[in-house]
């Protein structure tokens, strides 16, 4: 039995997602500070590959969106005596669903060390497992994992130089809360930013989702507007730009917001959540009132670094796997 090893299971990209870039930089920096591990891709093995490693590793950690995936490897993972533990990307209690809100709570109360991503939500698991701890969707990118093409890479410099000010956003795909609205809020930036056209918007589409959505709406995205649809590196598109904005109705501990805070860049987020204290609040609905700010330009100065703090949290990460 690999008693030394953890098995870490989850899936890598593509596609871009929060969880997948989390879990590729994971590696990257596991294998950085030589701490022994096991992957399986869920993805891409077969069950019976899965099932045997499962069986010959004694701590389990695991990373998936799925709530009954997450629930079923901890339940399983408790009769054959392993010790599971898992990061839940994204609150507990989001769901509009009392039958999955349910499953993640017995989810941590079986596994050995549940990692949460806020306090919000450390503080609801700590009444069913103290072994509770908070942990961070960031982990710094590997370089030479964020090459990008030339080509665009002139697209975004070329375009920013013809604006004022320019803000990125991005979306891993077209999706919907529990109150049915738009999650990212692309469309509604869309809109705002078609008056205020002194300043331009790049807005990453890797799924192409928002392309086929502007097509089927007929809308005419204004020229300080810039859509890239197709797989490339956010980050990059972040170290380009001035400013994030973070237009969503729901969130988790978003990677783009700590990539923004790393790269010392302005960022602009709504309040749905408990964010960063380096973070720029505004209401949903209302980042207009930013834009209309006639102290707006004045504020549009560098934050201080908050690299030193994400760095810390990045090895508080490493820690929980040694």
């Known amino acids: ?3 030394n090893k953890i098995l870490i299971i989850g899936s890598l990209p593509p596609p871009i997602g ?11 920096h596991l294998d950085e500070n030589e701490v022994p591990y096991k992957y399986i891709d869920l993805r891409n093995n077969a069950k019976i590959s899965i099932i045997k490693l499962f069986l010959t590793h004694k701590r389990i950690h695991l990373h ?22 898992f ?14 809100n349910s499953l ?3 989810a941590i109360y079986l ?42 890479i002139s697209t975004i410099l070329s375009h920013k130089n013809k604006f004022h000010f320019q803000f990125c956003t991005n979306a891993y795909n077209l999706s919907f809360d529990k109150e049915d609205q738009e999650i990212y809020g692309l469309f509604e930036l869309i809109e705002l930013f078609a008056n205020y056209t002194q300043f331009s918007l790049v807005i990453s589409d890797p799924s192409r989702a928002y392309h086929r959505e502007i097509l089927n709406r007929k809308i005419k995205l204004t020229k300080n507007i810039l859509l890239i649809s197709c797989q490339h590196s956010f980050y990059k598109v972040i170290e380009m730009s001035d400013g994030m904005i973070r ?11 700590k990539e923004g805070l790393y790269l010392n860049k302005l960022v602009y987020c709504t309040s749905v959540v408990e964010r960063p204290k380096q973070v720029i609040i505004y209401s949903k609905g209302n980042f207009s009132s930013i834009l209309q700010r006639q ?7 560098k934050p201080k670094s908050s690299k030193k703090m994400l760095e810390r949290k990045m090895l508080d990460n490493i820690l929980l796997y040694k």
């Open 1 to 3: 039995m690999n008693l």
């Open 18 to 28: 929060g969880v997948t870039i989390h879990v590729k930089r994971l590696l990257y």
């Open 64 to 85: 998936t969106s799925n709530v009954y995936l997450r629930f079923t490897i901890t339940f399983i993972g408790i009769l054959f005596q392993k010790k599971i533990d």
């Open 87 to 100: 990061t839940l990307h994204g609150d507990l209690g989001r769901y509009n669903s009392k039958f999955k």
């Open 104 to 106: 993640d709570i017995f």
């Open 111 to 152: 596994a050995k060390i549940p990692i949460l991503l806020n306090s919000k939500s450390l503080e609801k698991a700590k009444r069913y497992n103290k072994n509770s701890v908070i942990g961070s969707s960031f982990y710094s990118p590997n370089y030479k994992d964020e090459l990008m093409n030339p080509q665009i």
């Open 247 to 257: 237009n969503t109705t729901t969130d988790g501990d978003s990677i783009s917001v």
């Open 295 to 301: 102290e707006f330009l004045k504020e549009l100065k």
